[in-house]
């Protein structure tokens, strides 16, 4: 019984880490495409070719449902692969429906105009292709109006978790903020919308200061997940419990040791 998480790279273990809090008694399929990672700064063709071969692995692996941990791909190919390519009887779901039902404070099936809501001012925190593709802006506009997003495109800040060299990845994240808060010198809420930032999450609200409310995806995916699971039993798949890696097995799995402070060994994909 497994449900499948995948990102570019260890990301999404910060989403895998909060869902298996909240389900314990469901198993995962973790897989990690860390030989193509990081995706942020990939054109929008290729991260579908990626996403669409690394969800198929998980299909492979007995994952019905498989959740894209990643916003990169969420942003970039998610729609284009439930138009055209999942089968009808699997599913594959993104990590922006939750962020923006918790900032729009409504469901994702509520269809009425959009209406005011209590945040003006929001900072996005991305890579520079989910930036690109405007998603989030997009969604946000179907349900809330007057919301001022000024998205901040972070490139560097993967390479940098993903070389486990954090002192980069915060010199990186500082920096990204200055240049946001010349932009919006005052933002009420900051979005963290790429899943390897919550490993920052300190230094995002150091750097933004205390009054900023920083959503995070993490505990708002676990969330959306048990609901959904809750409603939709069947899309446990057969599989069993595993951390896939299209990268060096040894070397992601010390990473993901560290990132964790658990032990977690990954296997070749
Ligand atoms: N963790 C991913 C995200 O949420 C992508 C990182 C990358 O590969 O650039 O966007």
Not at 105 to 127: C, I, M, Y
Not at 147 to 161: K, R
Not at 171 to 192: F, N, Q, Y
Request: with cysteine; aromatic share 8%.
């Amino acid at each position: 019984m497994a449900v499948g998480i995948f990102d570019s790279g260890l990301g999404g273990l910060t989403i895998l880490d909060a869902v298996q809090a909240r389900l314990p008694e469901v198993d995962f399929v973790y897989l990690a495409d860390s030989a193509n990672a990081p995706y942020g700064v990939r054109t929008a063709d290729d991260i579908y070719d990626l996403t669409v071969a690394a969800t198929q692995r998980l299909f492979d692996a007995g994952c019905d449902l498989v959740i894209l941990a990643c916003n990169t791909a969420s942003a970039a190919a998610l729609r284009r692969m439930q138009e055209g390519w999942v089968p009808s009887d699997k599913r594959v779901l993104g990590v922006f429906v939750p962020l923006i039902e918790a900032l729009t404070e409504r469901q994702w099936g509520d269809n009425s105009p959009p209406r005011e809501v209590a945040t003006k001012h929001v900072a996005l925190f991305a890579t520079p292709a989910t930036v690109a593709t405007r998603a989030f802006q997009r969604e946000l506009a179907f349900r809330a109006i007057g919301v001022d997003v000024e998205a901040q495109a972070c490139g560097g800040v993967v390479d940098a978790i993903e070389d486990g060299d954090f002192i980069l990845a915060e010199a990186m994240v500082r920096s990204h903020v200055d240049a946001l808060k010349r932009k919006m010198p005052t933002p009420e809420a900051a979005i963290l919308g790429c899943t390897h930032y919550p490993l920052m999450q300190d230094t995002f609200q150091d750097a933004l200061g205390a009054d900023v409310q920083v959503f995070s995806q993490a505990g708002l995916v676990a969330d959306s997940l048990a609901d959904y699971l809750g409603r939709h039993p069947d899309k446990i798949g057969s599989g069993t419990a595993a951390f896939l890696t299209t990268g060096d097995p040894k070397t992601v799995s010390t990473r993901a040791t560290q990132f964790l402070r658990r032990e977690i060994r990954f296997e070749a994909a």
